[in-house]
């Protein structure tokens, strides 16, 4: 709690920033040529990118899923990782080892607190984070707060109330945002997204959206036996729940068995359809909304849950349907298109298709100047301080339709959703989970 | 991406055993019984509740509860093992007596229990909680100062404005990052009761004291903008 936040923007104490300083720095040495010596590539004339330039980066809670993404991300030639924090000794000494040896040296810090780590580290642009879905949007608006960027793994928010929370802190903060739904930045997904939303398979009426085949709507408040407290240094328990209800420890939390329990998980929607609400509603250009109409299907996982848009586009809910992961199916009047992991090349309805789905994409990536490359969209977004393509409204108002998908499942009917006013219709039930009051102090 | 695979199949199956284990539960969201009222202050008063029998109820009150259940939740606000999950049961109730429980917890708790009412009274918005949240600006407790700021913004009136205002130059470190985040929120707060000019000179404020460069200039377009369309 010691951190000169007045520092969080990089200024240093002469109000440089620290590109600033480090130019001067490298100047200089250009001007007392000898005997100071600057390595070409501090000065980024040997192809590499000077250092003043790079996007300085810090990680927050990287299990085997944000280190996936940091092995992604650390090859970019403008990235370069200086820290971890992790409430986990044995995970903050793993993505420590793991970034010293990317980098080539020791001096990556571990942090056991991000936000001392943040607070005290104005040479920090940019945090990933990829905790458990608990901690997304919390550990994402502290970050903000602190003047830094924010690339968050999915699923980003808990309730509506979070994800709101995200949106105004991003504008406030005037911070760039990316949530990790990537398929938005991958060519298959691409190409049938466009030609969904460009008419090319006609009045789209149905929209299909994967959900996690494992796992349930239907989670749990049970607490798995006590197990002895590590020590604090080992894993802080108390910060590892944040705002969420106190438990007794189990060591299975802290290995992924966190999942399936109400104060920790946003269920087999959440799970996938994180991504795939995403995918369905940039095809249909419904990434400012969410779905209004949730019919309760009798099983325990919302499969074959029909969720209707104001325009009237129903996007069902699957467990099956595709050949890999996070698929999704557009179909129209004039022709279906459809995409999952693993598909090399969308499936359509006509050869036509496939190849104005190329072009369309083409297209695509040279008018919005977009990559496929979410983590280098985010990157190039960092720079220019434009929008990432999934920016924080995209993830709160496709959150919004998975917390909705939830709720209707929990309360086991029908609800409607207003997503303008951002609750359910007339129903004092199903608003009571618009929110969860957060346990002291992790209160955003 | 080579490994997705490898990785979406071992988070399944990491899932998957996890939520076996889930599975055993008797309650979840989806299967619990819909208890009463009643029942659930019942198990609230039974001599041997666990701590567990006790979240419970006060997890599902959350979602069915009305005043009814102060009687009985009301004194665990100010229980250091179950205050935040009394909260949890209450923040979203709908009935004035629930900031008068909490508005008592502040006039009288310290540490967690404090702070966690006044973090409720923030997301209630509740009006006549702002003096006393006021006082609460410069407390010793770091963390009782941060949950005041933000909760003062939320509440957003006048008086929480100024409050924030006369806070900003006197704060310090999250303290101050908290303060700015409540002069947003307090801004925000009148500019939609159309109280144009008043949440302009928050943003003003803003835009001249905050510690952060990236709040200056937001804080200076808005105020901006607000000047226009007044």
Redesign the interface.
């Known amino acids: 709690?010691?951190?000169?936040?007045?520092n969080?923007?990089g200024?240093a104490e002469t109000g440089q920033t620290r590109r600033d300083c480090l130019k001067t720095a490298a100047l200089a040495g250009a001007a007392f040529a000898v005997p100071t010596i600057v390595p070409a590539s501090a000065l980024g004339r040997d192809g590499t990118v000077a250092p003043s330039e790079k996007i300085v980066m810090a990680g927050i809670g990287l299990g085997?899923?944000g280190q996936?993404v940091l092995d992604?991300m650390s090859p970019e030639k403008d990235v370069r990782f200086v820290a971890i924090a992790d409430v986990q000794k044995s995970r903050r000494d793993e993505v420590k080892a793991k970034i010293d040896k990317h980098n080539g040296d020791q001096d990556c810090k571990t942090y056991a607190d991000f936000?001392e780590m943040l607070?005290t580290r104005p040479d920090i642009d940019a945090v990933l984070i990829a905790t458990g879905d608990r901690w997304h949007s919390q550990a994402a608006i502290r970050a903000m707060?602190?003047?830094k960027d924010v690339y968050s793994e999915k699923p980003s928010s808990m309730t509506v109330a979070e994800g709101r929370a995200v949106v105004?802190t991003a504008?406030?903060?005037?911070?760039v945002y990316q949530t990790g739904t990537q398929r938005l930045s991958e060519g298959p997904f691409r190409q049938i997204i466009e030609l969904s939303r460009q008419g090319k398979l006609g009045k789209i009426h149905t929209v299909r959206a994967h959900i996690?085949p494992?796992?349930?709507?239907?989670?749990?408040?049970?607490?798995?036996p006590e197990e002895p407290l590590p020590p604090k240094d080992e894993l802080n328990w108390d910060a590892w729940l944040g705002g969420c209800?106190?438990?007794p420890f189990n060591s299975?939390y802290t290995?992924?068995?966190?999942?399936?329990?109400?104060d920790f998980h946003t269920s087999c929607i959440g799970?996938w359809g994180a991504h795939t609400f995403a995918q369905g509603q940039a095809g249909i250009d419904a990434l400012d909304t969410s779905a209004v109409e949730y019919g309760y299907v009798k099983n325990?996982s919302g499969d074959g849950m029909v969720t209707t848009f104001a325009s009237g586009v129903k996007m069902i809910l699957q467990r099956e349907g595709w050949r890999?992961?996070c698929g999704m199916t557009f179909e129209g009047t004039e022709g279906s298109a459809s995409c999952a992991?693993?598909y090399e090349k969308p499936d359509v309805s006509s050869p036509a298709l496939a190849a104005e789905g190329e072009r369309l994409l083409a297209e695509y990536v040279e008018k919005t100047g977009k990559p496929m490359n979410h983590v280098r969209d985010f990157f190039n977004c960092v720079k220019s301080r434009q929008e990432t393509v999934a920016n924080p409204e995209v993830m709160h108002r496709t959150m919004s339709t998975v917390h909705a998908a939830?709720v209707c499942?929990?309360l086991?009917r029908d609800v409607q959703f207003d997503p303008v006013r951002e609750e359910f219709v007339g129903d004092?039930?199903a608003?009571?989970?618009l929110?969860?009051?957060?346990?002291?102090?992790w209160?955003? | 991406m080579k490994t997705k695979t490898a990785v979406l199949a071992g988070a399944a199956l990491l899932a998957a055993s996890s939520s076996a284990l889930a599975q055993k539960a008797s309650q979840s969201a989806g299967s619990r019984k819909r208890k009463s009222q009643d029942e659930l202050i019942e198990a609230l008063q039974k001599p041997d509740a666990t701590r567990k029998d006790k979240a419970d109820a006060l997890r599902v009150l959350a979602q069915v509860g009305d005043g009814e259940c102060l009687k009985v939740v009301a004194p665990l606000l100010k229980d250091e093992d179950l205050a935040d999950m009394a909260r949890y049961a209450i923040e979203p109730i709908p009935d004035p007596a629930v900031d008068d429980a909490l508005r008592a917890v502040v006039a009288e708790a310290t540490g967690r229990p404090l702070v966690g009412a006044i973090g409720s009274l923030g997301v209630r918005r509740d009006a006549k909680a702002v003096p006393a949240l006021a006082a609460k600006l410069g407390d010793s407790d770091a963390q009782v100062a941060i949950a005041a700021a933000k909760s003062l913004g939320c509440i957003g009136n006048a008086a929480a404005a100024q409050a924030l205002q006369d806070a900003l130059p006197k704060a310090t470190g999250f303290a101050q990052a908290a303060v700015v985040e409540g002069l947003f929120r307090a801004a925000e707060s009148l500019a939609a009761q159309k109280q144009c000019q008043a949440a302009a000179g928050l943003y003003d404020a803003l835009a001249k004291s905050s510690p952060l460069d990236c709040t200056k200039k937001v804080a200076a377009e808005r105020a901006e903008a607000l000047r226009k369309s007044s």
């Open positions: 709690m010691t951190g000169p936040v007045s969080a923007e200024r085997p899923r996936y992604w936000e607070a707060r602190l003047g105004e504008k406030r903060y005037g911070r996690a494992w796992d349930s709507a239907d989670l749990s408040y049970a607490w798995l209800p106190w438990r299975s290995k992924g068995g966190w999942r399936g329990h109400y799970e325990v890999g992961s992991d693993g939830n499942m929990w086991r004092a039930e608003n009571r989970f929110t969860r009051a957060q346990r002291a102090p209160i955003i």
